[in-house]
């Protein structure tokens, strides 16, 4: 029987690339020079730290460029408000991986509201599709592709 997987990941490793060449840039750049601004990433969180708040907004803006780049989807990022203090300001950027339970229900109900001849299941972080007709799961991918859960979605696992 057909079926596929609708998940959310992001590749870790091309993340840590990008934070990796915004932090070079950072260190390169005119603008920054004697200020105290750094990225800092550990797994899924980044944490940009600056000496203003103007600075964090500048350093932003550089990661989501070096994320598209490296066509790491932005809308997996859950951003934080920045923290300042008198001589500091700091933001963290939390990087979503999976399906949370509420979003794979929407998912499920809108696969259901749409009366296919498939059926639709939650395991896990990731929502499994199965149908009898590999037709009826293109209409499905299709549907979902066009439907926004406020976070980027991959088809996985299609199988015949």
Wanted: charged letters at 30%.
């Amino acid at each position: 029987m057909p079926s596929f997987d609708v998940v959310s990941e992001v590749d870790l490793q091309e993340v840590r690339n990008a934070v990796d060449q915004a932090s070079r840039e950072v260190g390169t750049r005119f603008d920054f020079k004697k200020a105290n601004a750094k990225f800092e990433q550990t797994g899924a969180e980044i944490i940009l730290r600056a000496d203003v708040e103007f600075q964090l907004q500048q350093m932003m803006d550089i990661l989501k460029l070096k994320l598209v780049k490296r066509n790491v989807d932005i809308g997996s990022m859950d951003i934080n408000e920045p923290e300042t203090t008198i001589n500091a300001a700091r933001q963290q950027v939390i990087v979503r991986q999976g399906i949370d339970s509420d979003t794979c229900r929407k998912v499920v109900k809108a696969i259901k509201a749409a009366k296919l001849k498939v059926q639709a299941q939650v395991q896990g972080e990731q929502v499994r599709v199965t149908g009898k007709k590999r037709d009826d799961l293109q209409q499905a991918i299709a549907l979902l592709k066009g439907a926004d859960f406020g976070l980027p979605i991959q088809y996985i696992n299609f199988r015949d």
